[in-house]
Protein backbone atom coordinates (compact mmCIF):
# COMPACT_ATOMS: atom_id res chain seq x y z
CA UNK A 1 0.00 0.00 0.00
CA UNK A 2 1.28 3.21 -0.99
CA UNK A 3 1.33 6.40 1.30
CA UNK A 4 -1.49 7.73 -0.69
CA UNK A 5 -3.63 4.79 -0.03
CA UNK A 6 -2.33 4.48 4.20
CA UNK A 7 -4.84 5.93 6.11
CA UNK A 8 -2.73 5.84 8.96
CA UNK A 9 0.11 7.51 7.69
CA UNK A 10 -1.56 10.01 6.06
CA UNK A 11 -3.22 10.69 9.50
CA UNK A 12 0.04 11.29 10.94
CA UNK A 13 1.47 13.37 8.62
CA UNK A 14 -1.28 15.90 8.96
CA UNK A 15 -1.27 15.86 12.63
CA UNK A 16 2.34 16.16 12.35
CA UNK A 17 2.45 18.98 9.68
CA UNK A 18 -0.89 20.99 10.01
CA UNK A 19 -2.51 23.06 13.32
CA UNK A 20 -4.62 20.93 15.15
CA UNK A 21 -7.91 23.14 15.47
CA UNK A 22 -9.71 20.06 13.78
CA UNK A 23 -10.45 17.09 15.80
CA UNK A 24 -11.56 14.78 12.48
CA UNK A 25 -12.54 11.36 13.05
CA UNK A 26 -10.17 8.43 11.49
CA UNK A 27 -11.05 8.47 8.36
CA UNK A 28 -9.32 9.76 4.72
CA UNK A 29 -11.52 10.80 2.17
CA UNK A 30 -11.09 10.54 -1.48
CA UNK A 31 -14.00 11.19 -3.58
CA UNK A 32 -18.32 11.54 -3.68
CA UNK A 33 -20.56 11.30 -5.38
CA UNK A 34 -24.19 12.00 -4.27
CA UNK A 35 -24.34 11.74 -0.25
CA UNK A 36 -21.29 8.99 -0.50
CA UNK A 37 -17.81 9.20 -0.12
CA UNK A 38 -15.21 7.40 -0.40
CA UNK A 39 -11.86 6.54 1.54
CA UNK A 40 -8.26 6.19 0.42
CA UNK A 41 -9.09 2.03 1.13
CA UNK A 42 -11.76 1.90 -1.18
CA UNK A 43 -14.71 1.76 1.87
CA UNK A 44 -17.46 3.66 0.62
CA UNK A 45 -19.38 5.90 3.66
CA UNK A 46 -22.49 7.46 3.77
CA UNK A 47 -22.56 11.15 4.35
CA UNK A 48 -24.75 12.11 7.39
CA UNK A 49 -22.57 15.66 7.89
CA UNK A 50 -22.98 17.90 3.97
CA UNK A 51 -19.70 19.93 5.13
CA UNK A 52 -22.38 21.61 7.33
CA UNK A 53 -24.71 21.96 4.63
CA UNK A 54 -22.09 23.54 2.06
CA UNK A 55 -23.12 20.16 0.40
CA UNK A 56 -27.13 20.41 0.33
CA UNK A 57 -26.69 19.54 -3.29
CA UNK A 58 -24.65 16.71 -2.56
CA UNK A 59 -20.99 15.89 -3.64
CA UNK A 60 -20.17 15.69 -7.37
CA UNK A 61 -23.76 16.92 -8.50
CA UNK A 62 -23.55 16.87 -12.34
CA UNK A 63 -24.73 20.11 -13.15
CA UNK A 64 -22.58 22.08 -11.06
CA UNK A 65 -19.61 20.60 -11.64
CA UNK A 66 -20.70 20.76 -15.80
CA UNK A 67 -21.40 24.76 -14.83
CA UNK A 68 -17.56 24.93 -13.07
CA UNK A 69 -15.94 22.67 -15.78
CA UNK A 70 -17.24 25.02 -18.49
CA UNK A 71 -16.00 28.11 -16.90
CA UNK A 72 -12.74 26.82 -16.06
CA UNK A 73 -11.94 26.74 -19.57
CA UNK A 74 -13.15 30.67 -20.00
CA UNK A 75 -12.13 32.76 -16.72
CA UNK A 76 -12.11 32.17 -13.29
CA UNK A 77 -10.64 35.47 -11.71
CA UNK A 78 -10.78 39.37 -12.99
CA UNK A 79 -11.53 40.88 -9.75
CA UNK A 80 -14.17 43.56 -9.23
CA UNK A 81 -11.56 46.04 -10.88
CA UNK A 82 -13.75 45.32 -14.16
CA UNK A 83 -17.25 43.47 -14.95
CA UNK A 84 -17.22 39.90 -16.18
CA UNK A 85 -20.38 38.27 -18.06
CA UNK A 86 -21.28 36.26 -15.47
CA UNK A 87 -21.70 39.05 -12.63
CA UNK A 88 -24.80 40.35 -13.50
CA UNK A 89 -27.06 37.01 -13.89
CA UNK A 90 -25.91 35.72 -10.51
CA UNK A 91 -26.41 38.74 -8.69
CA UNK A 92 -29.60 39.79 -10.61
CA UNK A 93 -30.97 36.09 -9.96
CA UNK A 94 -30.02 35.76 -6.53
CA UNK A 95 -31.54 39.19 -5.74
CA UNK A 96 -35.03 38.01 -6.93
CA UNK A 97 -34.66 34.42 -5.27
CA UNK A 98 -34.25 36.59 -1.70
CA UNK A 99 -36.79 38.80 -2.92
CA UNK A 100 -34.13 42.07 -2.43
CA UNK A 101 -32.58 44.51 -4.80
CA UNK A 102 -28.90 44.35 -4.38
CA UNK A 103 -26.34 41.38 -3.25
CA UNK A 104 -22.98 42.07 -2.01
CA UNK A 105 -21.06 38.37 -2.95
CA UNK A 106 -18.03 37.69 -0.99
CA UNK A 107 -15.71 33.98 -0.38
CA UNK A 108 -16.42 32.54 3.25
CA UNK A 109 -19.66 32.42 5.68
CA UNK A 110 -17.16 34.76 7.81
CA UNK A 111 -16.84 37.17 5.78
CA UNK A 112 -20.37 37.50 5.30
CA UNK A 113 -21.43 37.83 8.65
CA UNK A 114 -18.38 40.23 8.55
CA UNK A 115 -19.77 42.22 5.34
CA UNK A 116 -23.69 42.26 6.88
CA UNK A 117 -21.75 43.85 10.59
CA UNK A 118 -20.07 46.49 8.82
CA UNK A 119 -23.07 47.23 6.30
CA UNK A 120 -25.65 47.20 9.41
CA UNK A 121 -22.96 50.08 11.01
CA UNK A 122 -22.64 52.35 7.79
CA UNK A 123 -26.71 52.16 7.61
CA UNK A 124 -27.08 53.35 11.22
CA UNK A 125 -24.67 56.36 10.71
CA UNK A 126 -25.55 57.23 7.11
CA UNK A 127 -29.02 56.49 6.94
CA UNK A 128 -30.25 56.51 11.10
CA UNK A 129 -28.00 59.03 12.03
CA UNK A 130 -26.44 57.09 14.60
CA UNK A 131 -23.62 59.27 16.73
CA UNK A 132 -20.18 58.08 15.01
CA UNK A 133 -18.14 55.12 16.45
CA UNK A 134 -21.64 54.36 19.16
CA UNK A 135 -23.98 51.70 16.70
CA UNK A 136 -24.57 48.50 18.59
CA UNK A 137 -26.04 45.37 17.56
CA UNK A 138 -27.94 42.37 19.47
CA UNK A 139 -27.26 38.88 18.86
CA UNK A 140 -28.38 36.00 20.98
CA UNK A 141 -26.25 33.75 23.05
CA UNK A 142 -24.84 30.39 21.65
CA UNK A 143 -24.54 31.94 18.26
CA UNK A 144 -21.79 30.84 15.52
CA UNK A 145 -21.45 33.76 12.78
CA UNK A 146 -17.68 32.51 12.29
CA UNK A 147 -14.02 32.32 13.85
CA UNK A 148 -12.87 36.29 12.83
CA UNK A 149 -11.99 38.62 15.86
CA UNK A 150 -15.43 40.52 15.76
CA UNK A 151 -17.04 37.41 15.51
CA UNK A 152 -15.78 35.46 18.28
CA UNK A 153 -16.26 38.12 20.71
CA UNK A 154 -19.74 38.07 20.49
CA UNK A 155 -19.96 34.21 21.03
CA UNK A 156 -21.03 32.91 24.26
CA UNK A 157 -18.67 29.55 23.52
CA UNK A 158 -14.90 29.48 25.70
CA UNK A 159 -13.53 27.55 22.65
CA UNK A 160 -14.55 30.13 20.47
CA UNK A 161 -13.77 33.35 22.03
CA UNK A 162 -10.57 32.15 24.83
CA UNK A 163 -7.63 33.90 24.27
CA UNK A 164 -8.61 35.78 21.46
CA UNK A 165 -9.05 39.04 23.20
CA UNK A 166 -9.12 41.98 23.12
CA UNK A 167 -12.64 42.21 21.09
CA UNK A 168 -14.52 44.41 18.77
CA UNK A 169 -17.05 46.28 21.24
CA UNK A 170 -21.01 47.40 20.08
CA UNK A 171 -22.71 44.04 20.72
CA UNK A 172 -25.20 43.17 23.33
CA UNK A 173 -25.56 39.14 23.84
CA UNK A 174 -29.30 37.81 25.13
CA UNK A 175 -30.50 34.25 25.13
CA UNK A 176 -31.92 33.02 22.18
CA UNK A 177 -35.47 32.02 21.54
CA UNK A 178 -36.60 34.54 24.25
CA UNK A 179 -38.25 37.61 23.47
CA UNK A 180 -38.76 38.81 26.54
CA UNK A 181 -35.31 40.05 26.27
CA UNK A 182 -34.94 41.12 23.13
CA UNK A 183 -37.30 43.45 24.13
CA UNK A 184 -35.84 44.48 26.97
CA UNK A 185 -32.43 45.27 25.33
CA UNK A 186 -34.09 47.23 22.39
CA UNK A 187 -36.23 49.09 24.85
CA UNK A 188 -32.83 49.87 26.78
CA UNK A 189 -31.53 51.63 23.27
CA UNK A 190 -32.51 55.64 24.65
CA UNK A 191 -30.05 56.72 22.71
CA UNK A 192 -30.90 55.04 18.99
CA UNK A 193 -27.65 53.29 19.16
CA UNK A 194 -28.93 50.04 18.30
CA UNK A 195 -28.63 49.35 14.07
CA UNK A 196 -29.71 45.39 13.83
CA UNK A 197 -30.48 42.53 15.39
CA UNK A 198 -28.21 39.37 14.08
CA UNK A 199 -29.57 36.20 14.60
CA UNK A 200 -29.38 32.77 13.16
CA UNK A 201 -32.94 31.39 12.66
CA UNK A 202 -32.23 27.99 13.66
CA UNK A 203 -28.88 27.80 15.62
CA UNK A 204 -26.79 25.12 13.84
CA UNK A 205 -23.66 24.87 15.90
CA UNK A 206 -25.63 24.90 18.87
CA UNK A 207 -27.05 21.71 18.69
CA UNK A 208 -29.77 22.50 15.44
CA UNK A 209 -31.93 25.01 18.47
CA UNK A 210 -35.18 25.79 17.10
CA UNK A 211 -36.75 28.86 18.58
CA UNK A 212 -40.14 28.79 20.28
CA UNK A 213 -42.71 30.24 16.97
CA UNK A 214 -43.48 33.17 18.32
CA UNK A 215 -39.74 33.99 18.40
CA UNK A 216 -39.08 35.21 14.77
CA UNK A 217 -42.07 36.90 14.37
CA UNK A 218 -41.54 38.63 17.17
CA UNK A 219 -38.42 39.99 16.99
CA UNK A 220 -39.37 40.67 13.77
CA UNK A 221 -42.24 43.18 15.11
CA UNK A 222 -39.96 44.59 17.52
CA UNK A 223 -37.28 45.47 14.85
CA UNK A 224 -39.85 46.62 12.61
CA UNK A 225 -41.39 48.67 15.63
CA UNK A 226 -38.01 50.59 16.14
CA UNK A 227 -36.26 50.69 12.68
CA UNK A 228 -33.88 48.07 13.64
CA UNK A 229 -32.46 45.86 10.64
CA UNK A 230 -33.45 42.46 11.14
CA UNK A 231 -30.08 39.96 9.71
CA UNK A 232 -31.11 36.76 9.43
CA UNK A 233 -27.77 34.52 8.78
CA UNK A 234 -29.50 31.42 6.43
CA UNK A 235 -25.94 30.24 6.04
CA UNK A 236 -26.61 26.84 7.62
CA UNK A 237 -29.97 27.14 7.51
CA UNK A 238 -30.91 28.19 4.12
CA UNK A 239 -30.85 27.05 0.79
CA UNK A 240 -33.36 24.39 1.15
CA UNK A 241 -31.64 22.65 4.41
CA UNK A 242 -34.80 23.19 6.30
CA UNK A 243 -37.84 22.09 3.78
CA UNK A 244 -37.72 25.73 3.00
CA UNK A 245 -35.70 27.82 0.65
CA UNK A 246 -35.03 29.94 3.81
CA UNK A 247 -35.61 28.62 7.36
CA UNK A 248 -37.35 32.27 8.08
CA UNK A 249 -40.06 31.17 5.40
CA UNK A 250 -41.49 28.76 8.68
CA UNK A 251 -42.17 31.87 10.13
CA UNK A 252 -43.31 33.66 7.19
CA UNK A 253 -40.64 36.30 8.27
CA UNK A 254 -39.02 38.34 5.92
CA UNK A 255 -35.63 39.75 7.81
CA UNK A 256 -33.99 42.88 5.94
CA UNK A 257 -31.01 41.14 5.67
CA UNK A 258 -30.20 37.49 4.69
CA UNK A 259 -26.50 36.46 5.06
CA UNK A 260 -26.03 32.89 2.60
CA UNK A 261 -23.24 30.90 2.43
CA UNK A 262 -21.89 27.60 2.28
CA UNK A 263 -24.40 25.72 -0.13
CA UNK A 264 -24.75 28.81 -2.42
CA UNK A 265 -20.56 27.19 -3.94
CA UNK A 266 -22.81 24.04 -4.45
CA UNK A 267 -19.88 22.17 -2.59
CA UNK A 268 -17.50 23.15 -5.01
CA UNK A 269 -16.00 26.30 -3.88
CA UNK A 270 -16.41 29.06 -1.20
CA UNK A 271 -19.25 31.42 -2.48
CA UNK A 272 -21.37 33.96 0.49
CA UNK A 273 -23.12 36.87 -0.36
CA UNK A 274 -25.30 39.70 1.75
CA UNK A 275 -28.61 40.38 0.02
CA UNK A 276 -30.48 43.12 1.16
CA UNK A 277 -32.63 46.24 -0.15
CA UNK A 278 -31.08 48.95 -1.94
CA UNK A 279 -31.20 51.18 1.01
CA UNK A 280 -29.65 48.91 3.32
CA UNK A 281 -26.62 47.67 0.70
CA UNK A 282 -26.75 51.23 -0.98
CA UNK A 283 -24.74 52.78 1.74
CA UNK A 284 -21.62 51.06 0.57
CA UNK A 285 -19.47 52.95 -2.07
CA UNK A 286 -16.34 52.21 -4.21
CA UNK A 287 -12.93 51.37 -2.40
CA UNK A 288 -14.70 51.34 1.32
CA UNK A 289 -15.42 47.62 0.98
CA UNK A 290 -14.59 44.63 -1.06
CA UNK A 291 -12.66 41.15 -1.93
CA UNK A 292 -10.36 40.27 -4.41
CA UNK A 293 -11.94 36.61 -5.16
CA UNK A 294 -15.97 37.86 -4.37
CA UNK A 295 -18.43 37.68 -6.97
CA UNK A 296 -15.36 35.97 -9.21
CA UNK A 297 -16.36 34.14 -12.48
CA UNK A 298 -16.02 30.78 -11.25
CA UNK A 299 -17.99 31.48 -8.50
CA UNK A 300 -20.99 33.41 -9.79
CA UNK A 301 -21.12 30.07 -12.20
CA UNK A 302 -21.39 27.72 -9.71
CA UNK A 303 -24.18 30.20 -7.50
CA UNK A 304 -26.12 30.85 -10.36
CA UNK A 305 -27.11 26.99 -11.03
CA UNK A 306 -27.05 26.95 -7.21
CA UNK A 307 -30.29 29.93 -7.48
CA UNK A 308 -31.72 28.35 -10.86
CA UNK A 309 -32.06 25.37 -8.76
CA UNK A 310 -33.66 26.07 -5.55
CA UNK A 311 -36.15 28.56 -7.76
CA UNK A 312 -36.98 24.36 -9.62
CA UNK A 313 -38.28 23.55 -6.01
CA UNK A 314 -37.21 20.42 -5.88
CA UNK A 315 -34.78 20.22 -3.32
CA UNK A 316 -36.68 21.91 -0.58
CA UNK A 317 -39.78 19.48 -1.13
CA UNK A 318 -37.33 16.83 -0.95
CA UNK A 319 -35.73 18.12 2.29
CA UNK A 320 -39.49 18.50 3.47
CA UNK A 321 -40.52 15.54 2.65
CA UNK A 322 -37.28 12.81 3.94
CA UNK A 323 -37.31 15.02 6.89
CA UNK A 324 -40.56 14.31 7.78
CA UNK A 325 -39.53 10.31 8.20
CA UNK A 326 -36.16 11.43 9.67
CA UNK A 327 -37.55 13.38 12.73
CA UNK A 328 -40.19 10.44 12.88
CA UNK A 329 -37.73 7.69 13.47
CA UNK A 330 -35.77 9.95 15.56
CA UNK A 331 -38.57 10.66 17.64
CA UNK A 332 -39.37 6.69 18.69
CA UNK A 333 -35.59 7.17 19.51
CA UNK A 334 -36.45 9.42 22.45
CA UNK A 335 -39.26 7.60 23.67
CA UNK A 336 -37.29 4.35 23.62
CA UNK A 337 -35.05 6.87 26.05
CA UNK A 338 -31.84 6.40 24.48
CA UNK A 339 -32.56 9.77 23.22
CA UNK A 340 -33.21 12.78 25.92
CA UNK A 341 -34.29 15.34 23.06
CA UNK A 342 -34.42 15.72 19.02
CA UNK A 343 -34.45 19.21 17.12
CA UNK A 344 -34.56 20.44 13.96
CA UNK A 345 -36.56 20.90 10.71
CA UNK A 346 -36.24 18.80 7.36
CA UNK A 347 -32.72 17.17 6.69
CA UNK A 348 -31.32 18.64 9.69
CA UNK A 349 -31.21 17.61 13.45
CA UNK A 350 -29.78 17.60 16.52
CA UNK A 351 -29.80 14.61 18.98
CA UNK A 352 -29.12 14.84 22.41
CA UNK A 353 -27.65 11.64 23.83
CA UNK A 354 -28.93 9.91 27.05
CA UNK A 355 -26.50 9.66 29.93
CA UNK A 356 -24.69 6.20 29.73
CA UNK A 357 -24.58 5.96 25.66
CA UNK A 358 -21.10 7.71 25.90
CA UNK A 359 -20.16 10.87 24.83
CA UNK A 360 -21.07 12.23 21.00
CA UNK A 361 -17.76 11.66 20.06
CA UNK A 362 -17.43 7.89 20.97
CA UNK A 363 -21.03 7.53 19.18
CA UNK A 364 -19.41 9.21 16.39
CA UNK A 365 -16.98 7.05 16.34
CA UNK A 366 -19.04 3.69 16.32
CA UNK A 367 -21.18 5.05 13.91
CA UNK A 368 -18.00 5.23 11.11
CA UNK A 369 -17.22 2.02 12.01
CA UNK A 370 -20.09 1.04 10.43
CA UNK A 371 -19.59 3.39 7.19
CA UNK A 372 -21.97 6.44 8.36
CA UNK A 373 -20.26 10.07 8.85
CA UNK A 374 -21.82 12.01 11.68
CA UNK A 375 -20.15 14.67 14.37
CA UNK A 376 -20.68 15.57 17.94
CA UNK A 377 -20.81 18.81 19.30
CA UNK A 378 -21.24 20.05 23.25
CA UNK A 379 -20.18 16.63 24.26
CA UNK A 380 -23.10 14.51 24.26
CA UNK A 381 -25.03 16.06 21.10
CA UNK A 382 -25.14 14.55 17.29
CA UNK A 383 -25.77 16.79 14.38
CA UNK A 384 -27.38 14.76 11.10
CA UNK A 385 -27.42 16.86 8.14
CA UNK A 386 -27.17 14.60 5.25
CA UNK A 387 -27.55 16.08 1.62
CA UNK A 388 -30.48 16.65 0.61
CA UNK A 389 -30.47 14.44 -2.43
CA UNK A 390 -29.91 11.24 -0.19
CA UNK A 391 -31.95 8.44 -1.25
CA UNK A 392 -34.57 7.08 0.55
CA UNK A 393 -33.51 3.77 1.03
CA UNK A 394 -30.01 5.60 1.84
CA UNK A 395 -31.54 7.69 4.83
CA UNK A 396 -33.33 4.45 6.33
CA UNK A 397 -30.60 2.17 6.23
CA UNK A 398 -28.46 4.73 8.45
CA UNK A 399 -31.72 5.69 10.98
CA UNK A 400 -31.14 1.69 10.99
CA UNK A 401 -27.69 2.12 11.98
CA UNK A 402 -28.17 4.32 14.51
CA UNK A 403 -30.31 2.20 16.06
CA UNK A 404 -28.22 -0.46 16.45
CA UNK A 405 -25.56 1.45 17.79
CA UNK A 406 -27.84 3.24 20.36
CA UNK A 407 -30.71 0.43 21.21
CA UNK A 408 -27.76 -2.45 20.46
Excluded at 8 to 23: D, G, M, Q, V
Excluded at 265 to 294: D, Y
Excluded at 362 to 372: F, I, P, S
Aim: glycine fraction near 12%; include cysteine; charged fraction near 20%.
Amino acid sequence: MSVQENPAALIAAAEAHSAHNYHPLPVVLSSGRGAWVTDVTGRRYLDLLAGYSALNFGHGHPRLIAEAKAQLTRLTLTSRAFHHERFAPFVTELAELCGKDMVLPMNTGAEAVETAVKTARKWGYRVRGVPAGRARIVVAANNFHGRTTTLVGFSTDPDAYEDHGPFTPGFTVVPFGDLAAMEAALADDAEGEVVAVLLEPIQGEAGVVVPPADYLPGVRRLTAERGVLLMADEIQSGLGRTGRTFACEHENVVPDVYILGKALGGGVLPVSAVVASSEVLGVQRPGEHGSTFGGNPLACAVGLEVVTMLREGEIQARSARLGERLHEELGKLVGEGVLTEVRGRGLWAGLDLAPGLGTGREVATKLLERGLLVKDTHGSTLRIAPPLVIEEEDLDWALTQLREVLVG
